[in-house]
């Protein structure tokens, strides 16, 4: 079984919604072969809870504008460190940096196919870790 039609263009619509809002390393799971809950992960992350809730914001109105869907079930936003979307076709994970790199949910699902994703979204990949190296390049010229 593979993700159905719908699930992949609402996971290519949040995903582009994610990029415009400046996620970090979004990247999608066809997870319909695993799950009988869902058919795609859609997985994105921030450097701070403020852009998190923003990206997270941004794909709620984006799916529910262009398509129409509206999530069954929102997730953690009291926190802003880690926000879940369930549209039941799909599962979108908005995830702080650090929670991201902690629970690593690319390692549980590297062995499922990836959705394509749209460019905006491809080039985010990377973008947490050039962050962080800004920031440690920062963070050591305060310390000089």
Known sequence: MTATDRSIELTRAAAQAAADKLAHDIIAYDVSDVLSITDAFLVASAPNDRQVRA????IEDYLLKELGAKPVR???ERDGRWVLLDYVDIVVH???SEERVFYALERLWKDCPEIELPPDAVATRGKAAEHAQAMAADAEG???
């Open 55 to 58: 990206i997270v914001d941004a």
């Open 74 to 76: 929102r997730e953690g």
């Open 94 to 96: 908005v995830q702080h």
């Open 142 to 144: 305060d310390l000089r």
